[in-house]
């Protein structure tokens, strides 16, 4: 079991989003009952959970892939087309004034040699 530090809380309907980086997937766990109630398949090895309450949705980075995922936060259905980042995302976070959501990226390696 490794360790847990890429989730989302939802407040209101007493919801965690966990990213399971080994098996590629999003655990819904009902804060209430304290178990895993779904389980969210095809997110390649997810790096930024963030749990939007203002818009209800579910926004999830990849890592290998470079996408960027939106869900509908009661169905939990993608509601768009992934986003491609290229770089690797490693975080997503929300800025409450402007309302905007920002995915930091891994820093691309120069290569050897490179100017």
């Not at 098996?23 to 766990?29: D, R």
């Not at 304290?34 to 930024?48: H, I, N, S, Y």
């Amino acid at each position: 079991m490794g360790a847990l530090t890429i989730f989302a809380i939802d407040v209101k309907g007493r919801r965690a989003f966990l990213a399971a980086l080994a098996k590629n997937t999003i655990e819904v766990v009902d804060l209430s009952a304290g178990r895993v109630t779904r389980t969210l398949p095809g997110f390649a090895k997810p790096q930024g959970v963030l749990f939007v309450p203002q818009f209800n949705k579910l926004v999830v980075a990849c890592g290998v892939d470079g996408s960027v995922k939106t869900l509908d936060g009661t169905t939990l259905c993608r509601d768009s087309h992934p986003r491609a980042c290229h770089s690797g995302p490693t975080r997503s976070v929300m800025t409450p004034r402007s309302k905007q959501i920002y995915v930091r990226l891994r820093r691309r390696r120069r290569q050897q040699g490179a100017r």
